[in-house]
Each structure stands twice: as structure tokens, then as C-alpha cells.
């Protein structure tokens, strides 16, 4: 029904910078927002950045300044440029689509299947 897929993670050292790209493709007539989340060796999965069908952002402390989010709606497009990279942002890079909507299903969440990002130090 709704595909998800990310595109843009790899190798990079500390200090360095990525920017990762989700398009999602399927049934879908409108979002609520989308956004990344991040999962890392034995951790849970923890929210990175979103970003509104309104345009309003929200990020992570821990990535607050250094993280970027930006999407186009109308295409079902999302972003995540990602600065001044650290060893702690290593982790897999999972696409959300929240609420998303149709002529015949709601999904609360939709999700990408990840981008592996490493930062060597």
C-alpha cells in the first residue's frame, strides 16, 4: 500500500556530513508529518526530526543545530541533512510518514526499511 525508501546513508568520519533522502510511493491522498528516526546497536528506536505538513520542526536534543529536516509534501518527499557528524550518530536511519491518509486506509506510521550511517572517529 505505502512504500517507503531511504537512500543516502554510508561511511563518513567524525566532523563530516550526510544527507539522506526518503521517498514514498503508493496509496497515499495526504500526510500528517515525516520524519526520521534512528536505531543504534542495542538501543531503542528514538525520533531524530520531524516535520509538519504546516512546516514546523522537531529535532532531537542530542542532533539539535547539527540536523536539518525538510520535506515536500506535495511529493512525498522527505530529508535529513546531517552536519557535524559524531561517532553517536551511528545508527540505522528509518523514514516515517505519520497519518497517512486515503480513499481506503489510514496508517498512523509508516516506515521506511533504514540507511545504515557510520562515524568513524
Known amino acids: 500500500q505505502v512504500k517507503l525508501v531511504e537512500s543516502g546513508g554510508g561511511l563518513v568520519q567524525a566532523g563530516g556530513s550526510l544527507r539522506l533522502s526518503c521517498a514514498a510511493s503508493g496509496d497515499i491522498f495526504s500526510v500528517d508529518a515525516m520524519g526520521w528516526y534512528r536505531q543504534a546497536p542495542g538501543k531503542q528506536r528514538e525520533l531524530v526530526a520531524t516535520?509538519?505538513?504546516?512546516?514546523?520542526?522537531n529535532y532531537a536534543d542530542s542532533v539539535q543545530g547539527r540536523f536539518t529536516v525538510s520535506g515536500d509534501f506535495a511529493k512525498n518527499l522527505v530529508y535529513l541533512q546531517m552536519d557535524s557528524l559524531k561517532p553517536e550518530d551511528t545508527a540505522v536511519y528509518l523514514c516515517?510518514?505519520?497519518?497517512?491518509?486515503?480513499?481506503?486506509?489510514?496508517?498512523?506510521?509508516?516506515w521506511g526499511q533504514g540507511t545504515l550511517v557510520t562515524i568513524s572517529s
Open positions: 516515517n510518514l505519520n497519518r497517512v491518509k486515503s480513499a481506503r486506509h489510514f496508517i498512523i506510521d509508516a
Open positions: 516535520i509538519s505538513r504546516g512546516g514546523r520542526t
